[in-house]
């Protein structure tokens, strides 16, 4: 990306953000439930566990069209239109960090042209490949899945994440620690991301959204990582019964539907979660 390209994204920022400032409601509910009754008009979503689940599997592959690479371009859309709250500003997934959209755009571009003048020979494929610390957090970590396409930029599971953040999850699996009680609100800031302890992570904020985007994760690229059991995604799905679905979820899931083509039934159907059999992602089974 260069400067041009910088200068074209915060317009694009600055278009998003002032749209939201004049639209009567942040989320449109009756657009989006026109848009996911569409969606899932071919599906019976009262079948049994298995069947549900290879359908939803099957939908949400043939329909993920746009299938996106992890490049300055996705993480750019992730900032100046997916993640975008309410007020226009970002939020740290799990620290709930507010964060200045144009400032994360910034330090991303300097990240960014910092590691072309360090390799300047290279070709975007072979610099993409490199690990440098973005301001975006897989869910699911890329090492579990070897950075393969489409899974490394697929948008509903990479999220906004301040560097600290991201460093401390590294790719370590989620866990629920019995001494550790997180006290984030959804209107009070904290700076710590959560607690990490014997390779093992567990967020402060944002484990409602980080569920739902692994169990997508899991519906759409089954028998792709080793890393859950059954016993992980029962503590998935009681972080998703615990932490509801909020709006800028649904919001989020109806723009990736607009850039992908594919949506996230976690979020659109949240009642749904216990009627799929997710053991038929797991590796072995």
């Known amino acids: 990306m260069d400067g041009n390209d910088l200068t074209s994204v915060l317009m694009l920022l600055e278009d998003t953000r002032g749209k939201l400032k004049h639209l009567k409601e942040y989320y449109d ?11 899932y008009s071919e599906i019976d979503l009262h079948q049994d566990p298995v069947g549900l689940f290879r359908n939803l599997n099957k939908l949400l592959e043939d329909t993920h069209v ?16 997916v993640d975008l709250r309410e007020d226009g500003n970002l939020k740290s997934i799990y620290s709930g960090k507010v964060r200045d959209p144009a ?40 090492s579990w899945f070897d950075k393969k396409n489409p899974m490394r930029g697929d948008l509903h ?17 989620y866990f629920d620690f019995d001494d550790y009680t997180p006290v984030m609100d959804a209107n009070v800031v904290k700076s710590q991301c959560g607690k ?15 569920a739902r985007a692994t169990l997508y994760f899991l519906l759409r690229y089954p028998k792709e990582i080793r890393h859950y059991s059954s016993g992980g995604i029962d503590m998935l799905l009681q972080w998703h019964k615990q932490h509801p679905v909020t709006d800028f979820e649904r919001r989020r899931n109806m723009e990736i539907h607009r850039i992908q083509q594919n949506r996230n039934p976690l979020i659109d159907f ?5 009627n799929i059999d997710f053991s038929l992602s797991l590796l072995g089974e």
Not at 66 to 81: D, E, F, G, M
Not at 119 to 138: A, G
Not at 270 to 274: D, I, S
């Open 103 to 142: 400032q994360v755009i910034k330090e991303d571009y300097e990240v960014e042209t910092n590691r072309r003048n360090m390799f300047p020979l290279l070709d975007d494929e072979s610099i993409n490949s490199l690990d440098f610390m973005y301001n975006c957090e897989h869910v699911v970590p890329q």
């Open 196 to 210: 990490y302890e014997e390779g093992r992570f567990e967020p402060e904020s944002g484990k409602g959204e980080a």
């Open 157 to 173: 599971h990479l999220f906004t994440c301040e560097k600290d953040c991201n460093s401390l999850r590294s790719n370590h699996p």
């Open 66 to 81: 746009n299938q996106l690479p992890y490049n300055a371009a996705t993480r750019n859309s992730l900032y100046s239109i």
């Open 29 to 39: 509910e009756k657009k989006d439930q026109e848009l996911a009754s569409a969606y």
């Open 270 to 274: 949240p009642e749904l979660a216990g």
